[in-house]
């Protein structure tokens, strides 16, 4: 079964604190990306990847990072959270360019 | 003004009423997606297309690329189809802008 997982679902932690959301694909898909939702706002993009060693920034950049060093894992970074990083976090996956995204569960942010 | 743009915001129907949501766009776009969230928060690609039109079951999506407007249309709409729809454009390198969606509510 075609399958975009993401851990943890659900995280409370403190600011400062470093954290990794993982994100892990298995339709041997080219782009991967990382988005957040936040009420009012919408979905906006963090970063996302064309390929394995191959990362860019996305509108809201700021306090993340990422690596993509296996095809089927875009691991999402926050070095030392804030409290304005709390929001509903989303991976996303597509086979190349023109295709449509195929969306992670979602991971539920909170910081304190 | 967000280069995206849909409408209504939110919109509560009752069952086997016609549905239409609207989306605006004000940048070039190789592709234009509908998505479906439901309140448990799973996102779900409904549509992608560059265009004319398309249609899965229920659902009809359209798209005119030169007055940058696309529409999603649910006939005979039912509770179950009450969820969040959104509205994304796939402008360059690959980067997805997303509108902040339509809020439905069907109601028996």
């Known amino acids: 079964e075609a399958q975009v997982t993401q851990n943890p679902r659900y995280l409370i932690t403190v600011t400062g604190k470093k954290l990794t959301v993982t994100c892990s694909q298995n339709m041997n898909h080219e782009y991967m990306s990382w988005y957040r939702q936040d009420p009012g706002l919408g979905l906006r993009q963090i970063y996302y990847s064309m390929n394995v060693e191959v990362t860019d920034k996305g509108d809201v950049p700021e306090g993340y990072k990422v690596s993509r060093k296996e095809k089927r894992n875009f691991p999402l970074i926050l070095e030392s959270p804030s409290p304005n990083q709390t929001s509903l976090y989303f991976c996303?996956?597509?086979?190349?360019?023109?295709?449509?995204?195929?969306f992670g569960p979602g991971t539920r942010l909170t910081v304190t | 003004k967000n280069e995206v743009e849909q409408s209504p915001q939110n919109l509560t129907a009752q069952e086997g009423e016609f549905i239409t949501i609207n989306c605006s766009y004000s940048?070039?776009?190789?592709?234009l997606h509908w998505l479906q969230q439901h309140p448990g928060g799973g996102i779900v690609s409904l549509f992608m297309l560059s265009s004319g039109k398309k249609k899965h079951g229920r659902l009809i999506a359209t798209i005119n690329i030169q007055e940058k407007h696309s529409s999603l249309h649910i006939t005979a709409s039912h509770p179950r189809d009450s969820a969040v729809y959104i509205c994304a454009v796939t402008g360059t390198a690959s980067k997805l802008t997303f509108g902040t969606g339509t809020r439905l509510q069907v109601t028996l």
């Open positions: 996303a996956t597509k086979r190349g360019y023109s295709y449509e995204q195929y």
């Open positions: 940048v070039g776009i190789s592709a």
